[in-house]
């Protein structure tokens, strides 16, 4: 018996040599498969087929898959070991981040400057000309720290509890340094050399002048190094939220020019950096009318306001909005049903990559409840009203009574989220000029079923998807050097944190915003 064991994955086409007994886990990830419940055997989020060759049926797998599917060959990947040659069937993973193309305002600088959207799940880098703001080069992957927590509390939970927060910080400075590396490498030609027909500019990796970050305030804590501990309990307060500036050889980066690295402040509570570069982006600090951003993730960011006041809050959405913890759930990869529409009194699904329906993500899940409402399949306090334990969208893909109730505890957090900081500002949903969607879900998401479930109240007409507002805003900061000094103290001051958490109406809001609306 050699110590190595051959994995062909299938549809990628790749084919691994790896030491017999290495964790799947340790394998996969870098092949787009996720692990939602930080490896526990808890979900159903690293599925994947055994095609060829076999793998242990532990206890946690029986006990979230059912016996046909394990006799079908489908496993938990983060049960598992490389024992034996096989051949392995996974959903191709697609980056499901919006990589902004978005054009801006901006006074010219000079040099290059790197702007990244640091994401729970997911991580951006994009290279910029500052002279001509012209995106240079990108490169995307998935969130390292991913492999310890799919989520932000599960990994506040893996550095407090489990002694990880250094592994969580190394892990992500490493990740981000060897992408910005790549960028360089990929987008960069020496000087004075012709630049080829890729459109490569002729520039110095000695011209990288600065880097804007933006993330979440656990991510923000978890990379400048931070202690997340305040952030696992109640109040939630975190125990710093301004603005950390690095030298790239502080993180452990040799560049050449040694730039200055900002990791943008956070606005309070969860609301993070990101939000801020949302707030740039939308430029809602200079607008006279009251508008209003929403980020629909795991951790719902909501923000209302103008050039005069502004108010932010985050709720505890979960991870529905996501396809996580849904019985057949998955995000936007080959294979996931994201778009459901009513169809001669049946349905219409559309599923990413044209192929076989592997699953459901979050798009495809507000929808189905929606026609689900308009066909009587659901009710509106949430009951199904289907044939069997299912409601079918596109056989074998279903939804659980479990998968409606999770839709419902997500909506209601952002809807209840909604109406409680709107009454603090004083406004109403008919004086909002516009609602912002920020982020992939919300670019995504049909504003109708939005809507026809409840989890915005706003006319369509108002509602607009975004895009990656945190990505657009880092890139805006890159070409304002005095954005330091000036403009954030000036959006800060006007700025008022609402914790609803502590809020005494939000429980019954929340009750109240469980229940869909009536046709």
């Given at each position: 018996m050699t110590d190595e064991v051959r994995i062909e994955l299938q549809p990628l086409g790749e084919h691994l040599k790896v030491p017999r007994g290495t964790p799947l886990r340790e394998i996969l990830f870098d092949y787009g498969v996720e692990f939602p419940c930080g490896g526990r055997g808890q979900c159903r989020g690293c599925r994947i087929r055994v095609a060829e060759g076999s793998l242990e049926v532990t206890s946690p797998q029986r006990q979230v898959l059912r016996p046909q599917e394990i006799e079908e060959g489908w496993r938990l990947s983060c049960q598992c070991r490389a024992e034996g040659d096989m051949r392995l069937e996974m959903a191709q993973w697609k980056a499901d981040i919006l990589v902004d193309d978005?054009?801006?305002?901006?006074?010219?600088g000079k040099g290059l400057g790197i702007a990244i959207d640091l994401g729970t799940t997911t991580v951006v880098v994009q290279l910029l000309d500052l002279e001509t703001g012209r995106v240079l080069g990108v490169r995307t992957a998935l969130n390292a720290q991913a492999r310890?927590?799919?989520?932000?509390?599960?990994?506040?939970?893996?550095?407090?509890?489990?002694?990880?927060?250094?592994?969580?910080?190394?892990?992500?400075r490493h990740q981000i340094g060897t992408l910005?590396?790549?960028?360089?490498?990929?987008?960069?030609?020496?000087?004075?050399?012709?630049?080829?027909?890729?459109?490569?500019?002729a520039w110095r990796e000695s011209d990288l002048t600065q880097i804007v970050i933006v993330g979440?305030?656990?991510?923000?804590?978890?990379?400048?190094?931070?202690?997340?501990?305040?952030?696992?309990?109640?109040?939630?307060?975190?125990?710093?939220?301004?603005?950390?500036?690095?030298?790239?050889?502080?993180?452990?980066?040799?560049?050449?020019?040694?730039?200055?690295?900002?990791?943008?402040?956070?606005?309070?509570?969860?609301?993070?950096?990101?939000?801020?570069?949302?707030?740039?982006?939308?430029?809602?600090?200079?607008?006279?009318?009251?508008?209003?951003?929403?980020?629909?993730?795991?951790?719902?960011?909501?923000?209302?306001?103008?050039?005069?006041?502004?108010?932010?809050?985050?709720?505890?959405?979960?991870?529905?909005?996501?396809?996580?913890?849904?019985?057949?759930?998955?995000?936007?990869a080959t294979g996931a049903v994201y778009q459901v529409q009513a169809s001669n009194g049946g349905l219409h699904c559309?599923?990413?990559?044209?192929?076989?329906?592997?699953?459901?993500?979050?798009?495809?899940?507000?929808?189905?409840?929606?026609?689900?409402?308009?066909?009587?399949?659901?009710?509106?306090?949430?009951?199904?009203?289907?044939?069997?334990?299912?409601?079918?969208?596109?056989?074998?893909?279903?939804?659980?009574?479990?998968?409606?109730?999770?839709?419902?505890?997500?909506?209601?957090?952002?809807?209840?989220?909604?109406k409680l900081v709107l009454e603090r500002i004083g406004g109403t949903h008919d004086q909002v000029k516009a609602l912002y969607l920020a982020g992939a879900f919300g670019n995504y998401i049909s504003r109708e079923s939005a809507r026809r479930i409840g989890l915005i109240e706003f006319p369509i007409d108002k509602v607009r998807p975004a895009g990656n507002t945190a990505l657009l805003g880092a890139k805006m900061a890159l070409f304002q050097p005095d954005i330091d000094g000036e403009l954030f103290p000036r959006i800060l001051e006007r700025m008022e944190h609402m914790s609803l958490s502590a809020d005494p109406h939000f429980m019954d809001t929340y009750v109240e915003e469980m229940v869909f609306p009536r046709g």
């Open positions: 978005s054009l801006f305002e901006f006074s010219p310890h927590g799919a989520d932000v509390m599960s990994r506040v939970e893996f550095a407090v509890s489990g002694g990880g927060r250094k592994t969580l910080t190394d892990v992500i910005i590396r790549q960028v360089l490498a990929h987008s960069l030609v020496p000087i004075d050399d012709k630049a080829p027909d890729n459109g490569a500019a979440n305030t656990v991510i923000h804590h978890l990379f400048c190094g931070i202690d997340p501990e305040p952030l696992s309990h109640y109040p939630f307060e975190p125990m710093e939220i301004g603005l950390y500036k690095f030298q790239a050889r502080d993180l452990g980066w040799d560049l050449e020019s040694n730039p200055v690295v900002r990791f943008l402040p956070c606005l309070g509570g969860f609301v993070g950096a990101d939000t801020l570069a949302g707030i740039l982006a939308i430029r809602m600090h200079e607008s006279r009318d009251l508008v209003g951003l929403v980020d629909l993730g795991t951790n719902g960011e909501i923000v209302f306001g103008n050039s005069e006041r502004m108010i932010c809050a985050s709720t505890a959405a979960g991870p529905a909005f996501e396809g996580a913890r849904i019985w057949m759930g998955m995000r936007a559309s599923v990413l990559g044209n192929t076989e329906p592997r699953g459901i993500c979050g798009s495809g899940l507000v929808d189905a409840i929606a026609v689900g409402l308009d066909l009587g399949r659901v009710a509106p306090g949430g009951k199904l009203n289907c044939e069997g334990e299912h409601f079918v969208i596109a056989d074998p893909v279903a939804i659980s009574q479990t998968d409606v109730r999770q839709l419902q505890l997500a909506k209601a957090a952002i809807a209840a989220g909604i």
